[in-house]
């Protein structure tokens, strides 16, 4: 009857099914000295798991950590990006300012034109009324 217990519970182990008192007991099994002939195989498997168990190593593991060079990394492209950020809002800035002015000029420009025309209209005016006072014969004020 044990035998055939044993075999049900490697099944269940073989299957991820067992719990830890299953799996302790197929570990006193196959430790001790009486495993069936054609069970053999796994003997070797859990004396392994046992002898594993109590190793331990004796030199400290060190992990390289290559979180430094990243840090500096990080900093490097905020800066980078900070900068391009605010060359950039310069950029806009003068574009604006170029803009405004270019505007500001024309509507100088257009008004300059006009007030022309204006002073064209009133030098004819002056001309008419010098030529009219000429011929009335009328003294200035």
């Given at each position: 009857m044990e035998?055939?217990?044993?075999?049900?519970?490697?099944?269940?182990y073989l299957d991820?099914?067992?719990?830890?008192?299953?799996?302790?007991?197929l570990k006193t099994y196959f430790l001790g000295n009486n495993v069936a002939p054609h069970l053999e195989e796994y003997k070797v498997l859990f004396s392994y798991f046992s002898i594993s168990k109590k190793e331990e190593l004796q030199k400290p593991i060190r992990l390289k950590t290559k979180k430094q060079g990243?840090?500096?990394?990080?900093?490097a492209a905020s800066i980078v990006l900070v900068v391009?950020?605010?060359?950039?809002?310069?950029?806009?800035?003068q574009q604006k300012?170029?803009?405004?002015y270019n505007e500001t000029r024309l509507a100088l420009a257009m008004?300059?034109?006009?007030?022309n025309k204006g002073n064209d209209?009133?030098?004819?005016?002056?001309y008419f009324e010098y030529t009219k006072n000429?011929?009335?014969?009328?003294?200035?004020?």
């Open positions: 035998l055939n217990n044993i075999e049900k519970l490697l099944q269940k991820a099914e067992t719990t830890i008192a299953e799996e302790n007991e990243w840090k500096w990394l990080y900093i391009s950020v605010y060359t950039g809002y310069q950029k806009n800035e300012a170029e803009k405004i008004l300059s034109k006009n007030l209209a009133i030098a004819q005016l002056q000429k011929v009335f014969k009328q003294p200035k004020n």
